[in-house]
């Protein structure tokens, strides 16, 4: 059910928060088991929180999901590394769940994550393997894998991620579910357990556009917590939902449509660009020249950014602890070796390379130039156009282990979905049909529309037209 008919259901007394959680619950039970999605749920806290849920609240009595690197007081937060997966306790609540439950939501469910959000797949997990619901052999997509996967799998009316490089609308796009990632700034980050700080932003997985839009009224705005938010004005999202495109013109990049793109997902996302053209829209074609270097240019700053936050992660404060140490510094070393996965080790070395001495300006100095050229390819096409379409990512949902030991593989999945935090525009991916990939059917793919700088609510109108 959509969030709307779920409160429908709920003002009218029709059903109740409680039995609400008791029949997610059940469903939970059935039903994750093959998934995998969630890491863990606290029920009982859950119900108390529901036995007082205010119904007249914009989300009120209804359970959200979260992915498992954003803090609830009391509740673990894993971020999917055996790190954290021991003994730790979040202390307090990221903004984002105070928001929540502010607007009357009942924060549920730690979701399964690539660890510390490092991948694409969310086989980079350390503690299970997440499956995606409508083929148990491939991947949900990654780094927020659990929570699409249990919106997909309908274990949960939705759920937040975050998105460092495409880590909600790529997930969003294999799993058939919506996902939003905001504009950078526009939700607070205070409480998100950080991977790359320039370019971490939390947003919604959901079953439909309107359900993206009531979350993200309930979660954004100014933050004096988190020296990145946006001390901007939220529009009323819901107010320009249903306007439509007509008269709009709609930028479609030649280089998110060259080789290499599954002639299935090519077919859907041109016949829904052609669709949006049917319904009033004109269709441009634009370019955005920089994005060749957009692969390299990200995987020099994220790592970069994740090698310095990670370093607080030592065996010290909080997490695991090696036993035995013969002095600090191998207490420190047996710590991060235990740990952190291979994946997380191979992006804390390369970000400390890039950060060395001798060779900061090369590689990280250079890729921050070339940032900056990607964004101005963005305001340019701005100009232009109201909008940008592509697809999410290049082919359906990979088989589990199709990777193999490849990394670069695994980072060319996100192609067409980190230019926008490189940016730090908004972005959001919709079903738009089913292809067979790879022997598989019926598996789905995903329309990217990336907006201007604060443009959610035209993005969340385009999106709901090409929707319905």
């Known amino acids: 059910m959509s969030l709307r008919s779920i409160r429908q259901k709920l003002v009218t007394g029709e059903t109740t928060p409680t039995i609400l959680l008791e029949q997610l619950a059940g469903v939970i039970v059935a039903k994750d088991g093959q998934t995998g999605a969630y890491l863990s749920y606290d029920l009982e806290s859950a119900l108390a929180e529901a036995a007082t849920a205010d119904l007249s609240k914009p989300l009120g009595g209804i359970p959200i999901a979260l992915k498992d690197n954003i803090n609830v007081l009391g509740q673990p937060c894993t971020c999917g590394s055996k790190f954290l997966a021991e003994n730790y306790q979040s202390p307090y609540d990221a903004t984002v769940v105070k928001k929540l439950r502010a607007a009357g939501a009942i924060p549920f469910g730690r979701m399964n994550q690539d660890e510390f959000a490092m991948g694409s797949s969310t086989q980079n997990s350390a503690l299970q393997t997440t499956r995606n619901p409508h083929d148990p052999e491939r991947i949900p997509g990654g780094s927020s894998g659990g929570s699409a996967a249990a919106v997909a799998d ?62 993200l009224q309930a979660i954004a705005g100014f933050d004096p917590a988190d020296s990145t938010a946006l001390d901007a004005p939220v529009p009323d999202y819901l107010a320009t939902l249903n306007d439509g495109v007509k008269g709009m013109k709609l930028g479609v990049p030649k280089e998110y449509f060259g080789h290499g793109i599954d002639p299935g997902v090519r077919k859907n996302v041109e016949a829904t660009i052609q669709k949006l053209a049917s319904l009033g829209a004109e269709i441009i074609d634009i370019s955005l020249p920089h994005t060749e270097h ?117 980072y060319l999945s996100d192609i067409f979905t980190l230019s926008a935090n490189l940016a730090g525009i908004p972005g959001i991916s919709i079903p738009c049909g089913v292809t067979d990939f790879d022997g598989g059917i019926n598996l789905p793919v995903g329309l990217q529309i990336l907006g201007p700088h604060l443009g959610e609510a035209k993005l969340l109108q385009i999106a709901r037209a090409a929707e319905a």
């Open 154 to 215: 309908c274990t949960a009316f939705a759920a937040l991620g975050s998105d460092t490089g495409g880590s909600i609308r790529q997930p969003a796009s294999h799993c058939g579910v919506v996902g939003l990632k905001p504009t950078y700034g526009r939700v607070s980050r205070y409480g998100l357990v950080a991977f790359a700080s320039s370019l971490d932003q939390i947003g919604p997985l959901t079953h439909t556009v309107e359900d993206a839009a009531m979350i």
């Open 294 to 410: 957009a692969v390299a240019t990200y995987y020099v700053i994220a790592p970069a950014e994740a090698s310095s936050n990670l370093s607080r992660f030592d065996g010290i404060r909080y997490g695991r602890r090696a036993a035995n140490p013969t002095d600090i510094l191998d207490l420190y070393k047996k710590s991060r070796e235990q740990g952190f996965g291979p994946e997380v080790k191979r992006r804390i070395i390369l970000g400390t390379y890039v950060l060395s001495s001798g060779y900061y300006d090369a590689y990280y100095g250079r890729a921050q130039k070339v940032r900056t050229l990607i964004r101005r390819d963005f305001e340019t096409a701005f100009q232009q156009v109201d909008a940008i379409l592509s697809p999410v990512a290049p082919t359906p949902a990979e088989r589990i282990g199709s990777f193999g030991n490849d990394p670069l593989q695994e």
